[in-house]
């Protein structure tokens, strides 16, 4: 007696983009860490941006990549298979850091839980906003393109851009008021500095990207 089962057939670049998709959740939150100085611009001034916003624009490129070659369904999907690495990792930084105590001989131990050890309530932040505005980017670059589901590439980089633009400015709309309301913090002046600079480095690198990725994946598809 013989049993067939029928072949899932995973495109390549699907197999490709799912883990990297997965694995630069995490590390958005890891670089976020790090304040990094976008230079001295003029009329605006001194910029500086939480480093993690570098991993964030490339899941934002991804989750439009696959939109564009596998429709808004799927992407959505891949929105919604990323909290699964983020929650992951938050239990284990917390296990790890309040858990498992650190051995005798190392000393790093403060420095590793105040870079790493965020909140309750920051963590929250990042899970509310990372669904949102990555949710809130898939709608956006899937509207744009129109109701068929596509144009052909025709404008890829302006409907990529306008998507970026609009999910850098809730994402941090959202992880700001929900980390800071109420504490004191000036919520309004790390708003403005945060969403300029969010704007002037989606500009510069989701459109040459999209087009990166959307190749790269169907070069890896036509093998």
Not at 46 to 63: C, H, K, M, N, R
Not at 78 to 105: E, N, Q, W
Not at 141 to 162: I, K, P, T
Request: with cysteine; aromatic share 10%.
């Amino acid at each position: 007696m013989t049993t067939s089962a029928a072949t899932v057939q995973i495109p390549r670049s699907l197999f490709v983009y799912a883990p990297l998709y997965g694995g630069l959740c995490v590390l958005a939150g890891v670089l976020g860490t790090k304040i990094a100085s976008l230079g001295t611009w003029p009329l605006l001034g001194p910029l500086a941006v939480e480093s993690g916003i570098f991993a964030f624009l490339l899941l934002v490129v991804i989750s439009s990549a696959v939109a564009e070659l596998f429709g808004r369904d799927m992407a959505n999907r891949l929105v919604r298979f990323g909290f699964v690495p983020l929650i992951v990792s938050m239990i284990l930084l917390v296990t790890v850091i309040h858990a498992i105590p650190p051995a005798p001989f190392w000393t790093d131990q403060d420095a590793f839980a105040r870079l790493l050890g965020q909140g309750a309530r920051m963590q929250f932040a990042g899970l509310i906003s990372y669904g949102t505005s990555q949710t809130l980017n898939v709608a956006v670059f899937s509207r744009m393109a129109g109701s068929a589901g596509g144009d052909g590439g025709r404008l890829l980089w302006l409907r990529a851009w306008v998507a970026s633009l609009l999910s850098q400015v809730v994402d941090t709309l959202i992880f700001i008021t929900i980390s800071f309301a109420g504490t004191g913090v000036p919520i309004v002046e790390i708003m403005t500095g945060q969403i300029v600079s969010k704007l002037i480095l989606s500009t510069i690198m989701v459109p040459p990207l999209i087009y990166v990725f959307v190749a790269l994946a169907r070069r890896l598809d036509a093998k």
